[in-house]
């Protein structure tokens, strides 16, 4: 259940909070997951009518200093996050350029370019249910089960 990676000291981690990071702070310094901790602190505050758990996570919230992100976070999300990025940018980017092409033409090539899009559209729907078709017919299972 514990966590090798326990940090040695007790913050608050303000990137992985839903609150104010106390949670997120004590699962890191036990070593244990996030979720366990909130679940605990949640049946504890059922368990003791709900004053005493909000008091001590308030304390907690004012004791605590909140760390910088550190560098197992960093290290953590570095590249999911830069390639989340990349991905968020590129769709941008995409989006831009199709709304671009939309909004500028006037009246008649407007309505041009959405006869446009509606004919790829349906050109890609009609793709999909061949290739369902496909995959659900009797061939396709047979053909697999040859090659394995």
Not at 39 to 48: C, G, P, Q, S, Y
Not at 71 to 77: A, I, L, P, Y
Not at 124 to 141: D, G, H, N
Request: charged content about 25%; hydrophobic content about 40%; glycine content about 6%.
């Amino acid at each position: 259940m514990g966590n090798p990676k326990a940090s040695s000291s007790l913050y608050r981690l303000p990137e992985k909070a839903k609150v104010a990071g106390v949670c997120a702070g004590i699962a890191d310094y036990l070593g244990f997951e996030i979720w366990h901790v909130r679940l605990a602190v949640v049946l504890a505050f059922f368990l003791t009518g709900g004053g005493p758990v909000i008091l001590a996570y308030i304390i907690a919230w004012f004791i605590l200093e909140p760390s910088s992100i550190s560098s197992r976070v960093k290290s953590e999300t570095h590249s999911t996050s830069s390639k989340s990025a990349q991905f968020s940018a590129n769709l941008e980017a995409k989006l831009r350029d199709a709304k671009d092409k939309i909004f500028s033409s006037k009246g008649v090539e407007q309505e041009m370019s959405t006869k446009e899009l509606r004919t790829k559209l349906e050109k890609i729907q009609k793709r999909i249910q061949s290739l369902e078709a496909y995959v659900t017919s009797t061939e396709y299972t047979f053909k697999r089960e040859l090659a394995e």
